[in-house]
């Protein structure tokens, strides 16, 4: 497709390939004690159609980079047409399309990608290139800038830090930065929080529910409405589609436990919903990316009652009607106690992870703030005019 200097760079093209494109960051982080490997089944059914709903509104094309026979680099070059019809001063818009999964030994390498993603996109009649995301916005948005010094737990992304250079000297200009917040968890919150959940209690009014795992497919399409409601007016937001949602909801399935997601009620209507999950790259660290033959079993048996250091909650949210208000703020407080106490009770947790976090999200930077959190992890977004 291109060449840079002695890199020659071609689309994706058969099963070798795809295998190439998936085992590459095992070399890349061979030496990196804070990378956690992924699932190999799981980034293969992310970029396969059919298994992933992703395709269903997009265009993907996969790329790898050689330096003679040796490959040096992957990227992934895709459109998301639900993402075309966002009001472009929510980030996406008309004319956007994206690139992500960048993975290279070189600055040559990355150059060379990221400009064939470039010429992919221009082809398709795109103007403007935003990423990193791998490969929707509900996957792993941004460059990974501050951070690097300790693990990415679940669903997170974690890459080289000289990368945002890499970035940065293509031409790329950074639009958004999503952060993650850590907070101790063993302890407690402080006096406010307390007085706060404590009058919630009281409240007749405010119902704070556990998911039921036997419902599970009904509850997720809740969580997902609210959710789509809810995050409807946020930066870079694009509407999950039904069979997104049961993707998701099976996806996550195995590791949801159920006094870990709550669903917050009002005067009987569902109004706010809280996802967390236990860090399970605390064990996939040690399977090497497989689960096959043994690990497998080993997962399962821990998932029946996880011990885990860390719970991360990825996903939170209140519906539109009510962002803003007090009983927002107590409702956000009363889930994330509720979550706390059985997280560390049930499950020995003792570190809880918020995220990911717009930069500009007054409300949940303001809770992580109240709640005694620090910003650990930060991830740029970046675009440029084609």
Known sequence: MTSKTDITVTPVDGKADLEAFINLPWEIYADDPNWVPPLKDEIRALLTPGKNPFFEHARVQPMLARRGSMVVGRISAHIDLLALKQPPEQGMGPGTGNWGMLEAFDKDAAAALIDAAEQWLRAQDMHRALGPLSLSIWDEPGQLISGHDHPPTVMMGHQRPEYQQWIENAGYNPVKQVMTWEVDILDGFGKLVNRIVASGEKNDRIRIRRVNKSRFAEEAALIMGILNDAWSQNWGFVPLTDSEIAYVGKKLKPIVLEDLIRIAEYDGKPVAFMITLPNINEKLVDYNG???????????????????????VPLMGVVQELQGSRLASQLAFMMIEFIRRDAVEKYGAQRGEIGWILEDNQGMNSIGEVIGGRVNKAYQIYDKIL
Do not use: I, V, Y
């Open 290 to 312: 497989t689960l096959w033959p043994f690990n497998w079993a080993k997962l399962l048996w821990w998932l029946r009652k996880p011990n885990t250091n860390t719970m991360r």
